[in-house]
């Protein structure tokens, strides 16, 4: 277990796409993003 980066493709419902790099913990079972960060 480990802290490490991971690239993703966000999609808003509006269809707008951001792609983002993550900083996650390998352990961890779910992950969250802050409401202030979804794409319209």
Known sequence: MG???IEKTLEGHTGEK??????????ATYSSLPKIVELA
């Open 18 to 27: 951001a792609n983002t790099r993550f900083l996650v913990d390998s352990g």
């Open 3 to 5: 802290i490490t980066h």
